[in-house]
């Protein structure tokens, strides 16, 4: 059983309908659900299916290719010697299907996977696509790959002959709050939006991670059994989970190590320092395929330049990496469920259940009733002000994690608080949030309205210092 993915579902359905033969692509972060969504929106109906295979040489490549076209029906072919050779067997084994007028669907998954150094495995592709397959009008392609950057690079931007040769893309974003819903209650898993919402900081909207919780366990069950015991499924998913997206991971894990240790984030010559990476090319395309991947993002203070962006880590899972499965070093099997309470739990709640709502924009400004009004996210920081004889500080600063620029005028000024219970505002916070609001005018110039919107579990404490905050939303505003 599938969930959600209606959008997707329907558009790859509707490529059946078409006039033309039809080259689509499918991307998104590793273990987000695409070779599932592709599989059960064709209904598994394939006239050839194929897997490039992790670390496999050209030669292994061609020979799994060449099984593959045999587990099609083809029976016995020569071994292909290069990727023109495999390209025109499968032309081949298409020739000799039935002109029944259905449209013939080829999926091969894992495509970047496929294309080894000096393998002309592209080139070869872009020929079977512009010379054999839009010579016929019931072919449809169907790409898909974890490594995202890659598929964008060499298909979707590619200048060469795949030029403009995509028909279609989709882009397959993890679930949202809403979906992971869904999903525990079609397993009947029995949690409650609370665990739900605690489960989904750790793990984000991956399917994949999701699939390993047991019914009749507690999320803290299962994240001990998951995370932190011997042999549990996602033991060693770090491990793996950045090799397998990038062929010289090195880079791309020390900006990670970099970025993990700053929860705002760094600009890009603060991580080259915190890296200690060069200033080079590499450097570079690691950055911008991180973002590409969902691991990171790109934000500016409003007002600045797009030269002083600010990347900051945002995967889920990673960020509870770093705070939790590295941090337990003595290999307690039960580190999740001894953590609970204690300091370094409620400083990686504190801090996911941000993330979850930067991932949630779209819901918050549902539930602020503004879907319809232009809109841009922006995080906001000022450093203090100090005294460059003395070192006293003359004007304390403020940092706002999330700022909702509207084209009416507006601006949401969010306060994100992760609690057990309603957040009481104290009058040491109250101070906090209206010296936050006051300087953002001040050093912003901005002449919109500025709203105290608060994001919480449960709500705010009725009375005191909560009457003056203008918008207030929960933790089931995200489940929209």
Known sequence: MIIGREKEIAILQGLLSSDESQFVAVYGRRRVGKTFLIREAFNYDFVF????????TRKQQL????????????????????????????????????????KKVIFIDELPWMDTPKSNFVRSLDHFWNAKATTRKDIVLVICGSA???????????????????????????????????????????????QILEAYMAMGGIPYYWSFLKKGQSVSQNFDRMFFQSGGELANEYDTLYASLFKKPGNHIAIITALAKKKK?????????????????????????????????????????????????????????????KENVNGDEHFWTSSAGTGIHYGWA???????????ISQIKEALGFSAVVSSAHSWYQKDIKDPYTGHTIQ?????????DRNDDTINLCEMKYANAPYVITEEEDMRIRNRK??????????????????????????????DIQCQLTMSDLFR
């Open 350 to 360: 504190g801090r996911a259940f941000e993330r979850v709502c930067l991932q949630h």
């Open 396 to 404: 304390k600063g403020a940092q706002i994690d999330l700022l909702i």
């Open 265 to 325: 984030g760094l600009l890009r010559e603060e991580i080259l320092q915190a890296s200690k990476l060069p200033d080079n090319t590499a450097f570079t395309k690691a950055i911008q395929e991180l973002e590409q991947c969902g691991f990171i993002r790109k934000y500016t203070d409003i007002g600045k330049k797009s030269k002083y962006a600010i990347c900051q880590l945002i995967d889920n899972y990673t960020i509870f990496y770093f705070d939790f499965i």
């Open 63 to 102: 020979s799994d290719f060449r099984q593959s076209l045999y587990d099609a029906g083809m029976g016995k072919c020569p071994m292909p010697n290069t990727w023109s050779d495999a390209f025109q067997l499968l032309w081949s084994f298409l020739k000799n299907l039935p002109a029944d007028g259905k």
């Open 148 to 194: 995202t950057s890659w598929i964008i690079d060499n298909v979707i931007m590619n200048y060469g002959g795949l030029h403009n040769r995509l028909t279609c893309q989709i882009h397959l974003q993890p679930f949202t709050l809403r979906e992971c819903r869904q999903y525990c209650e079609s397993r009947n898993l029995g949690y409650k939006d609370r």
């Open 438 to 467: 006051e300087t953002f005018i001040r050093e912003s110039g901005t002449e919109k309205t500025v709203l105290v919107t608060t994001i919480t579990t449960f709500g705010l404490a009725p009375g005191g210092y909560s009457d």
């Open 49 to 56: 299916q194929h897997t490039g295979t992790y670390k496999a």
